[in-house]
């Protein structure tokens, strides 16, 4: 048996930020999957959800991607028909119900993050930290083992992104030893993919963040609290979180706000 971290990321990464919204959060939503239950039950089952609603075609794939599916842009326009929208998201909600994966997620203030003016982490790689640390927890709690594919950002993005990764495989954190990352990861590198190669784990993790994210929102910035079908994945998402093994809490150790 073996696992896989998915992460997806919602908001703006770079190291500025302003009381905007959209630029002063940063996501990362991790989905752990056993990759046996990615070939078998979620990939085929996906498929088949895309080929039903949307008369996908092997040689022309479609790919879930959160945005265009709730601004119902092609190749999601059938979705404008109200009687085949509520028939699509109450098989999307059985199937995200039914499928068996953990949830891990991060949301980072970065003008909060900006006051720390010796110590300034890149907010993107300090949320990865956080993931991993509780990844590698997981997998050890298992015990099993385990690798990390994340969605490629772009050419100098990424390169960062995988030397950031080789460090914490080699050195660890404040928290978990690089001995610990070395015992239960398969490898030293992240890989690194687009969601146009097919990946259902990655497409899973983009339908989750934002839920996940908004969230986080709601509990730390009195925001109002998601509704509608958002407030549905939530509920769905409550038993997928890793929980505090002592405590049984969830915000704080898998739902962490930075």
Same mark, same amino acid.
Request: proline share 4%.
């Given at each position: 048996?073996?696992?896989?971290?998915?992460? @997806?990321?919602?908001?703006?990464? =770079?190291?500025?930020?302003? /009381?905007?919204?959209?630029?002063? %959060?940063?996501?990362?939503?991790?989905?752990?999957?056993?990759?046996?239950?990615?070939?078998?039950?979620?990939?085929?089952?996906?498929?088949?959800?895309?080929?039903?609603?949307?008369?996908?075609?092997?040689?022309?794939?479609?790919?879930?991607?959160?945005?265009?599916?709730?601004?119902?842009?092609?190749?999601?326009?059938?979705? @404008?028909?109200?009687?085949?929208?509520?028939?699509?998201?109450?098989?999307?909600?059985?199937?995200?119900?039914?499928? =068996? %994966?953990? /949830?891990?997620? /991060?949301?980072?203030?970065?003008?909060?993050?900006?006051?720390?003016?010796?110590?300034? %982490?890149?907010?993107?790689?300090?949320?990865?930290?956080?993931?991993?640390?509780?990844?590698?927890?997981?997998?050890?709690?298992?015990?099993?083992?385990? @690798?990390?594919?994340?969605? +490629?950002? *772009?050419?100098?993005?990424?390169?960062?992104?995988?030397?950031?990764?080789? #460090?914490?495989?080699?050195?660890? $954190?404040?928290?978990?030893? *690089?001995?610990?990352?070395? +015992? /239960?990861?398969?490898?030293?590198?992240?890989?690194?993919?687009?969601?146009?190669?097919?990946?259902?784990?990655?497409?899973?993790?983009?339908?989750? +963040?934002?839920?996940?994210?908004?969230?986080?929102?709601?509990?730390?910035?009195?925001?109002?609290?998601?509704? *509608?079908?958002?407030?549905?994945?939530?509920?769905?998402?409550?038993?997928?979180?890793?929980?505090?093994?002592? $405590?049984?809490?969830? @915000? #704080?150790?898998?739902?962490?706000?930075?």
């Amino acid at each position: 048996m073996k696992y896989r971290l998915y992460i @997806d990321e919602v908001g703006n990464s =770079d190291m500025g930020s302003s /009381v905007d919204p959209n630029h002063r %959060y940063l996501n990362l939503t991790g989905v752990i999957i056993d990759l046996d239950h990615v070939k078998n039950v979620i990939h085929p089952e996906m498929e088949n959800l895309k080929q039903r609603f949307f008369n996908s075609h092997p040689d022309e794939p479609l790919i879930f991607h959160r945005r265009e599916m709730v601004r119902r842009l092609y190749p999601f326009k059938v979705l @404008d028909d109200p009687q085949i929208r509520q028939d699509f998201d109450t098989a999307l909600l059985e199937c995200l119900s039914r499928w =068996d %994966y953990n /949830v891990i997620t /991060v949301t980072i203030d970065k003008l909060a993050h900006q006051r720390y003016t010796v110590w300034r %982490y890149h907010p993107y790689h300090y949320c990865l930290h956080v993931l991993l640390e509780r990844y590698v927890m997981f997998l050890e709690k298992q015990p099993v083992k385990g @690798d990390v594919l994340a969605e +490629a950002r *772009g050419g100098k993005e990424d390169r960062k992104l995988k030397e950031s990764f080789t #460090g914490i495989f080699e050195n660890g $954190t404040s928290y978990v030893t *690089g001995a610990s990352f070395q +015992a /239960v990861l398969t490898s030293r590198e992240i890989k690194l993919k687009q969601k146009l190669n097919h990946i259902a784990g990655l497409q899973l993790a983009d339908m989750l +963040a934002h839920p996940c994210h908004k969230s986080l929102l709601a509990n730390q910035e009195n925001q109002s609290k998601p509704t *509608g079908f958002t407030e549905q994945i939530l509920e769905i998402l409550l038993p997928k979180y890793l929980r505090d093994s002592r $405590t049984g809490r969830i @915000d #704080g150790w898998e739902r962490k706000w930075l």
